[in-house]
């Protein structure tokens, strides 16, 4: 069975401050990893996704995540943070069988 | 996402009332997918589908129906509204099953309250 834990339902940081939002995964399989990001009254977008291969995932508006499966992680991170970064991040554990299985997000706050 | 529209985008309905939910693609993708967003709750999958009349329950469906009579249209009826189903509704869908590949393409959502 697969299941997503994100850590901390609310992450505030300064701007130009490093984002580091958490997730750790529990797959029966080989996981298939996405990150997601939900500006207000916006459907989901992807940010970035781990299927096979290079462990550090480079996504869109300078995120990244690495897939630590000793850990089970997929922590997604920004080296210094903009106020349109600010939104709520879902991280997700994609199965075989055609499912996406979603933490319960994070939303993220982003200070001048 | 343009290959995606949900509608309506707003309803306001009455308890013990049937309401319909309509997802459109453009995209000929195979897989579609109804899930509510709750706070504290993230996103919870209603129902899916994975071919035209081919469909299947997900974790929250109870008081939910679906149907698909075509691969562009995905319905999502609640039979009866109550409150509890107060909540947004979104429509993802998916190129494969294999979501390792492509992931979801999500739509715009649709906020319904029922009062």
């Known amino acids: 069975a697969q299941s997503v834990t994100q850590l901390g339902s609310h992450v505030s940081v300064s701007e130009g401050a490093l984002v580091l939002l958490r997730c750790n995964y529990s797959?029966?399989?080989?996981?298939?990893l996405f990150w997601y990001v939900q500006y207000p009254n916006q459907g989901l977008q992807l940010l970035l996704k781990?299927?096979?291969?290079?462990?550090l995932v480079k996504g869109i508006n300078g995120f990244e995540a690495e897939f630590k499966k000793s850990e089970t992680s997929f922590h997604l991170t920004k080296p210094s943070a903009h106020m349109s970064d600010a939104a709520e991040y879902f991280c997700?554990?994609?199965?075989?069988?055609?499912?996406?299985?979603f933490g319960r997000g994070t939303q993220l706050t982003v200070w001048p | 996402d343009a290959g995606i529209t949900q509608s309506p985008r707003h309803k306001v309905t009455e308890t013990g009332t049937p309401v319909t939910l309509r997802c459109h693609q453009t995209?000929?993708?195979?897989?579609m997918y109804w899930y509510r967003q709750d706070p504290g709750h993230g996103l919870r999958l209603i129902h899916y589908?994975?071919?035209?009349?081919?469909?299947d329950k997900g974790e929250v469906s109870d008081g939910y129906s679906v149907s698909r009579s075509k691969t562009e249209d995905f319905l999502l009826t609640l039979e009866s509204a109550t409150s509890s189903q107060t909540s947004v509704y979104f429509c993802?869908?998916?190129?494969?099953?294999?979501?390792?590949?492509?992931?979801?393409?999500f739509g715009s959502g649709t906020r319904l309250t029922v009062v």
């Open positions: 993802a869908i998916s190129e494969s099953g294999q979501t390792f590949n492509y992931g979801y393409t």
């Open positions: 797959s029966s399989v080989p996981p298939y």
């Open positions: 781990y299927t096979t291969g290079a462990t």
């Open positions: 997700a554990v994609g199965s075989t069988l055609g499912r996406l299985y």
């Open positions: 995209e000929n993708h195979r897989y």
């Open positions: 589908s994975y071919g035209v009349k081919d469909t």
